[in-house]
T-cell receptor, first 114, second 112 residues
Framework: DTAVSQTPKYLVTQMGNDKSIKCEQN?????MYWYKQDSKKFLKIMFS???????INETVPNRFSPKSPDKAHLNLHINSLELGDSAVYFC?????????????FGPGTRLTVT | GNSVTQMEGPVTLSEEAFLTINCTYT??????LFWYVQYPGEGLQLLLK?????DKGSNKGFEATYRKETTSFHLEKGSVQVSDSAVYFC???????????FGPGTRLSVLP
C-alpha cells in the first residue's frame, strides 16, 4: 500500500503545453510539499501546504500553480512549459509542519520538455 | 539561515570498505537531523534520524551521531555492499519552524 503516490511517473511534452502532476498521501499527514530535483540531484523546495493552506511558496515562476483540494492531495499544474522545466518532481508529506517529523517522498515524476 | 554542507562526491569504494560521508550544518536552535538515501530511479527514503544532541541514529548497518559541539552528523557504515550504491542526502529540520533543508547529496558507488 503506497504511502505517497504520484501520477504520472513519466511525462514527455512539448514546449508551450500545460500539464498537471497529481500527488496523494494515505498517511493522514497534515503537511505536503513539492520539490524539483535537477540533473545534479540538487533538491529545491517549491511549495508546502499545511491542511490545504499554502505555507511555503519559494521563488518559482508563476507558471507553476499548486492546488490542494484536501489535505491528502496536492497537485501541481504547470502552464506554458519551457525546456528548463525538465526535471524530476517529487511530492512529499510529513505529519506536521512543526516538530521533528521526517518527510515521506513519492516515487517522482520525470518531466521532459522537448 | 539554516544550511547543510556535505562532502562532494562521487565517492567510490570497494565492497566491504568502510564508509564515511561528512555532513555539517548551520542552524539556529536545536534542529533534528536526517539522512536520506535515493536509489536510482526512486524517491528519497529516510535512512536514519536523530532529534537531539548525542543521539545516534542507526539503520541497515548505517550510523550517525548528532554532535552539537562540532555541528556534524557524519554517516558511517563498517562494510559497504554493492547494493548501497545510491545518492545520500543529509538534511535538517527546524523543530519550531517549517524549514526543512537538504544538503546537495553525495553519490556513492560501490564496486564488487
Amino acid at each position: 500500500d503506497t504511502a505517497v503516490s504520484q501520477t504520472p511517473k513519466y511525462l514527455v511534452t512539448q514546449m508551450g503545453n500545460d500539464k498537471s502532476i497529481k500527488c496523494e498521501q494515505n498517511l493522514g499527514h497534515d503537511t505536503m510539499y513539492w520539490y524539483k530535483q535537477d540533473s545534479k540531484k540538487f533538491l529545491k523546495i517549491m511549495f508546502s501546504y499545511n491542511n490545504k493552506e499554502l505555507i511555503i511558496n519559494e521563488t518559482v515562476p508563476n507558471r507553476f500553480s499548486p492546488k490542494s483540494p484536501d489535505k491528502a492531495h496536492l497537485n501541481l499544474h504547470i502552464n506554458s512549459l519551457e525546456l528548463g522545466d525538465s526535471a524530476v518532481y517529487f511530492c512529499a508529506s510529513s505529519q506536521a509542519t512543526q516538530g521533528p517529523y521526517e518527510q515521506y517522498f513519492g516515487p517522482g515524476t520525470r518531466l521532459t520538455v522537448t | 539561515g539554516n544550511s547543510v554542507t556535505q562532502m562532494e562526491g562521487p565517492v567510490t569504494l570497494s565492497e566491504e570498505a568502510f564508509l564515511t560521508i561528512n555532513c555539517t550544518y548551520t542552524a539556529t536552535g536545536y534542529p533534528s537531523l536526517f539522512w536520506y538515501v535515493q536509489y536510482p530511479g526512486e524517491g528519497l527514503q529516510l535512512l536514519l534520524k536523530a532529534t537531539k544532541a548525542d543521539d545516534k541514529g542507526s539503520n541497515k548497518g548505517f550510523e550517525a551521531t548528532y554532535r552539537k559541539e562540532t555541528t556534524s552528523f557524519h554517516l558511517e557504515k563498517g562494510s559497504v555492499q554493492v547494493s548501497d550504491s545510491a545518492v545520500y542526502f543529509c538534511a535538517l529540520k527546524d523543530n519550531y519552524g517549517q524549514n526543512f533543508v537538504f544538503g546537495p547529496g553525495t553519490r556513492l558507488s560501490v564496486l564488487p
